[in-house]
C-alpha cells in the first residue's frame, strides 16, 4: 500500500469513509455467509466473530486478524480465512482510487482447535 493510501486510512480521510470500520463490519459478514461464498462449505451457526485491524507503518499495510467460534463439533478456518479476505478486499476497495497497486496476500491460518482434524498452531 502507498504512503498516500496508509495515510488516508490513518487519517480516516477516505472518501467512502471509515476504512476499517467498514472492513470489520465486512469481514464480519463475510464469516457468516461463509457457506454461501464457498462451494461445499457447510452452513455453520457462530457463536463469535471478532476482527481486528490494525495499520503497520512498515511496510504501509493494514494487518487483519480474524478469531471464529462456533458450539458445532467442527472447525470455522473457512470462516475465519473468508473474514480476513473479504475485510482486505474492503479496504483495497476504499482506498483504490489512491493507489491501485495494492497487493492483498499472505492469507493464513495460524491456530484452531476443535473439529475432525484437532487443534492446529502455525509455526
Not at 476504512?19 to 465486512?26: E, F, P, Q
Not at 454461501?36 to 462449505?41: A, D, K
Not at 495460524?110 to 484437532?118: I, Q, Y
Request: with cysteine; aromatic share 2%; charged share 25%.
Amino acid at each position: 500500500m502507498s504512503g498516500e493510501a496508509w495515510n488516508l486510512v490513518r487519517r480516516n480521510a477516505a472518501k467512502k469513509g471509515d476504512v476499517l470500520g467498514v472492513a470489520k463490519l465486512a469481514g464480519i459478514q463475510a464469516a457468516k455467509r461463509t457457506a454461501e461464498l464457498i462451494p461445499l462449505c457447510h452452513a455453520l451457526a457462530l457463536s463469535h466473530v471478532d476482527l481486528t485491524l490494525k495499520l503497520v507503518r512498515r511496510p504501509a499495510s493494514v494487518r487483519v486478524e480474524a478469531t471464529v467460534a462456533t458450539t458445532a463439533p467442527t472447525g470455522v478456518e473457512m470462516e475465519a480465512l473468508t473474514a480476513v479476505s473479504v475485510a482486505l478486499l474492503t479496504v483495497y476497495d476504499m482506498v483504490k482510487s489512491a493507489d491501485k497497486t495494492m497487493r492483498i496476500g499472505a492469507i493464513r491460518l495460524v491456530e484452531k482447535s476443535g473439529g475432525r482434524s484437532g487443534s492446529f498452531r502455525a509455526r
